[in-house]
């Protein structure tokens, strides 16, 4: 299933750093105290950053100005425990305070529609790129990236010329940061790199003040540096287990644990499982891993949470056997003690096979259902 790794503030910028994009020096603090050291550190004004996956922190109170180290310890205690729109601050960036000339505003993403990567960058930055598309359009431009071309330099030249950066100095900065971040967005398998602001000193240097950085996870065996900095502790603990188990889970609110092979199956499962009355207590994809090994991992990740009544597999056999599955589940269940009535819906390839193998078997709490509906119905009313 695709989904997305959203990285820090300091993440991001780290990342930005190694591609070459110009950003402030910083530390990272986890108490008043840290931040305290990380301003002495740096010296001279600060600013301390709440850092948190949500933006909008300047105008939430989570973003100040500190002139000594000894206001910079008082704005951390303050910013720490804050929440902002239902995220809880747990960690700072403090970084060298920046004089701001003027404020740009940076993002290269996917356009799904044109199945491109797609730039945009005005000179009306710091504020909502949404207000700006909506309230001054002519002042964004916008500019597809064909994948198979790769980036041109001119590339970089026409989005500055058409978003009217007329300083000479600033047109190289912002033209090199361009191509950076195209390089970044390519390198780390991103879905959104976004700088709001990208500001302009009264020196005339250009850098990076904020960072977004969205990468694909499908992609993060790639890259192991930034699978270590997804944030574990706020994750869900069987989430965090799953992941460690290389279990495809996402944890929803009910009591019916549902394991099926294929995202589609899973999803069409929810649905029957909803129709039916239920509530499913998760998404949880065996993918190919129909072995005994992938059942004990995904059953190990299922029965931990508490609120699990019963058990569905949903089983279509195309590539994956359904005699493989069954034995896998038996062979599970031998391996592990597992009290939830668990139903077992087998179709497809070696449907009959893996459904005789359960049968000859057939362990206390398993039951074996034909159909999708029923199998679905006999849950519900077991997880009661
Ligand atoms: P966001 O509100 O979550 O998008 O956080 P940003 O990192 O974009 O910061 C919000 C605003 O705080 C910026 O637009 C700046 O106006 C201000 N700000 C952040 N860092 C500095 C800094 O180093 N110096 C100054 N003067 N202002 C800053
Ligand atoms: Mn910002």
Redesign the pocket.
Known sequence: MAAAVDLY?YQGKQLFARAGIPV?EGRVAETPAEARTAAEELGG???V??QVL???????G??K?ADSPDEAEAYASDILGMDIRGHVVRRLWL??????AK?YYLSITFDRGEKKPLFMLTTQ??VDIEEVAAESPEALAKLHVDPLVGFQPWQARWLCFTAAIEDVGEQKQVAAIVENLYGAFVDFDAMLCEV??L?VTPEGEVKA????FTVDDNALYRHPEVGEMRDVEAADPQERLAREKDVTYVKLDGEVGILGNGAGLVMSTLDVIDQVGGRPANFCDLGGGGDAEGVVAALEVITTDPQVKAILFNIFGGITRCDEVARGILEALERMTIEHPIVVRLDGTNAEEGRRLLAEASPANLHVEETMLSAAERVVELSR
């Open positions: 503030e402030s004004q600060v600013v950053k709440a949500v933006g909008g922190r300047g105008k939430a989570g973003i100005l970084e060298r305070a920046s004089e701001i404020e930055g710091g709001n602001p500001i003040l904020d960072s977004k």
